[in-house]
């Protein structure tokens, strides 16, 4: 079998990152026959190495990244810029996932993995692309800005709000109430309000939070969500 029939049967498959034993099992190889063949289809330009052992026949960053480790899912900003609901360019692509990773560059745009509970992997869903026969995984809109509220400072409170307003306000209530989280709760309610939108939200307990633990700095204290507002809404 030669590198350009083992080409054919990748490109046939939906997932478009590869172990060496992933090719070896799609091209019925040994997995030492199988290395042999990456290291000359990297050398002719067929096969693209994303990081030490895996690797790519994809063009496009997005889907890439998206497969690079599972379970994960793009989210935040970069889910409402797939989801042509910002007009902004992203100059990176941020991930939800629960494993651990550092960021990476995957074809010439920065990847940046965050860091979430297991109990927070729902809320995203496998796309199909048109072109390329493959797919991401991709937030719902919804659960984007519940992401963005769990990990504040990954996009302005500023544009979240902004996004709330075309969003279904069920499901933001269903997604913060099921993250446990009730800084989450807070945020969300107090940013609802914010809007004008009507919603069940209630808070829990009499705890303290911020709208951004990041800023140091306190801002005003809301009283009805015990949330001190320290970032510009």
């Not at 030492?32 to 693209?48: C, D, Q, W």
Request: charged share 25%.
């Amino acid at each position: 079998m030669g590198i350009y029939s083992i080409l054919e049967k990748l490109r046939k498959c939906e997932r478009k990152v590869f172990t060496t034993n992933d090719i070896a099992i799609t091209a019925s190889l040994s997995n030492t026959s199988a290395r042999v063949y990456v290291n000359r289809m990297i050398k002719k330009g067929l096969l693209k190495r994303v990081e030490a052992g895996k690797y790519t026949i994809s063009e496009d960053p997005f889907v890439v990244a998206s497969q690079l480790i599972s379970p994960s899912y793009i989210s935040f900003f970069t889910a409402f810029y797939l989801l042509k609901m910002v007009p902004q360019e992203i100059t990176k692509i941020t991930i939800a996932t629960s494993k651990r990773k550092k960021p990476i560059n995957v074809l010439g745009m920065n990847v940046e993995f965050i860091q979430i509970k297991k109990s927070m992997m729902f809320g995203f869903r496998k796309t199909r692309l048109i072109s390329g026969n493959s797919y991401i995984m991709l937030a719902d809109p919804e659960k984007a800005a519940v992401d963005a509220l769990y990990r504040p400072g990954t996009m302005p409170i500023s544009y979240l709000k902004d996004l709330l307003k075309m969003l279904n306000v069920k499901k933001l209530e269903e997604y913060s109430l099921r993250t446990g989280s009730e800084a989450v709760l807070r945020r969300m309610g107090f940013l609802l309000d914010n809007c004008g939108i009507p919603h069940s939200l209630k808070p829990k307990s009499k705890n303290i939070y911020f709208l951004n633990p990041k800023i140091h700095c306190k801002g005003k204290l809301d009283r009805k969500w015990r949330l001190h507002v320290n970032e510009v809404i």
